[in-house]
């Protein structure tokens, strides 16, 4: 098994340019969280996805961030356009029922926009 | 939502056990508790988790009150890769973090 897989790693952008971060999780899980880590303000919870839909995105921070989680396999976060002060730390993770057994996270992506 | 405390920091020595504790006064009597580390620059990590009787593994060991409003992870013997955050989740399963416990390990 290779856990959740995120890409990129890293991403550096411009301001106002579109960045969109991947996410793969774990085969047989029900449930998709992504997360955000600043220094400042910790692990956010931004949206999660129960067997693709998205249950609570009280967490997204403005309209300009959107996720979307088309298949059981894939989801995206895009943020259209980028601000500076969203350089931060993006992490998927993923789980199976209601996470009795834990949660998995990705790597994570190192956004940041200049 | 229940909600946990735990102190924001604690130091050990290499070699010795460390006890991280946890209240969760909140938690209701179904829900699970959970325990992520998350090392530097990484993601977080599972640990451990329990409902009601103390659980080992691998990694650590936890000790759940009786009443269940507190709990203490447990390392047994410190090593210097176990410096990370440790986070007492909530019984959530949104999975909130909170600042967690930055544990620093001397040699």
């Known amino acids: 098994d290779a856990g959740v897989i995120q890409s990129p790693r890293h991403e550096v952008t411009e301001m106002g340019q579109e960045v969109t971060l991947r996410c793969k999780p774990i085969?047989?899980?029900?449930?998709l969280f992504w997360y955000r880590q600043t220094m400042m303000r910790g692990l956010e919870l931004l949206i999660y996805f129960n067997n693709n839909v998205p249950i609570d995105d009280s967490g997204m921070p403005e309209d300009r961030f959107s996720a979307k989680m088309p298949n059981a396999s894939f989801s995206t976060l895009k943020i259209q356009p980028s601000e500076p002060r969203d350089s931060a730390v993006y992490f998927c993770?993923?789980?199976?029922?209601?996470?009795?057994?834990?949660?998995?996270f990705g790597s994570g992506t190192r956004l940041t926009v200049v | 939502d229940a909600k946990t405390t735990q102190p924001n920091s604690m130091e050990s020595n290499e070699e010795e056990p460390v006890h991280l504790p946890c209240n969760h006064s909140?938690?209701?009597?179904?829900?699970?508790i959970h325990w992520y580390r998350q090392l530097p620059s990484q993601g977080p990590e599972y640990v451990i988790h329990?409902?009601?009787s103390n659980v080992n593994n691998r990694m650590a060991s936890l000790a759940i009150a009786e009443d269940r409003k507190s709990s203490t992870l447990i390392l047994h013997r410190a090593t210097l890769r176990d410096a990370a955050v440790y986070y007492c989740i909530p019984p959530d399963y949104k999975l909130s973090f909170g600042a967690g416990t930055t544990v620093t390990v001397r040699a």
């Open positions: 993770a993923s789980s199976a029922d209601r996470g009795e057994r834990g949660y998995t």
């Open positions: 329990g409902l009601t």
């Open positions: 909140t938690i209701s009597g179904t829900d699970y």
């Open positions: 085969s047989g899980h029900d449930y």
